[in-house]
Structures are given as C-alpha cells and as structure tokens.
Nanobody, 119 residues
Framework: QVQLVESGGGLVQAGGSLNVSCAAS????????MGWYRQAPGKERELVAT???????NYGESVKGRFSISRDYNKMTIYLNLNSLKPEDTAVYYC?????????????WGQGTQVTVSS
C-alpha cells in the first residue's frame, strides 16, 4: 500500500499563486509516475500535471504555462506550483501515485486538498 498526504491549498485571489505538496509513504519503491488531478463541483476529475519517475512532466491543456510540477526523490514528495490562478482553477486537487509491479499497475489517491480562487 502507498499512502499520500497532501498539504497546502487554500483561498487565493485571481492572479495569485499557491503551492501544494504531496508526500508518499509506505511501499514507495514501487512508485513510478506521480501527479495531480482536480475535480470541480459537477465536473469530472481532470488531469492537472504528472511527473514520471525520470522527471518528465506532463500538463493538462488548461494549466500549461501557469502551473509547474516538481519531484523530490529523497523525500518522495511532489510539488505543484500554481501561478496566475483563475476562478476556474477552483477545485479539490488530488495527488496520484502509480505503483508498478508484477506486470500491472495500481493507482493510489490522496484525500484531496481544496484550492479556491476568488474573482
């Protein structure tokens, strides 16, 4: 099992910045890609950003150029820097870890952290 604990988030005005982080524990040696998804009320969960085990980032179209994902391998923590925030970025942000092994993969999710952007 992998446990994910998110921190950060909160309330910020439009145009502002925020940082969130996610620390993994447990069976961390199996972890490959980690990342962030978000879900706004009444909407499906969508990709924000992922980062591979080799450090390659991938961003959702709506956040490209504004958000930045990074990874600390020693701390098994990923960080998401949210810049130029818009009201439509308001959502619960969920951390994801993909665990590889035995020819299959498992997804683990954090409990979510709320990001609210006021106009």
């Amino acid at each position: 099992q992998v446990q994910l604990v998110e921190s950060g988030g909160g309330l910020v005005q439009a145009g502002g910045s925020l940082n969130v982080s996610c620390a993994a524990s447990g069976r961390i040696m199996c972890i490959g890609t980690m990342g962030w998804y978000r879900q706004a009320p009444g909407k499906e969960r969508e990709l924000v950003a992922t980062i591979s085990s080799s450090g390659t980032p991938n961003y959702g179209e709506s956040v490209k150029g504004r958000f930045s994902i990074s990874r600390d391998y020693n701390k098994m923590t990923i960080y998401l820097n949210l810049n130029s925030l818009k009201p439509e970025d308001t959502a619960v942000y969920y951390c994801l870890a993909v665990c590889l092994g035995g020819g299959s993969s498992s997804r683990y999710w954090g409990q979510g952290t709320q990001v609210t952007v006021s106009s």
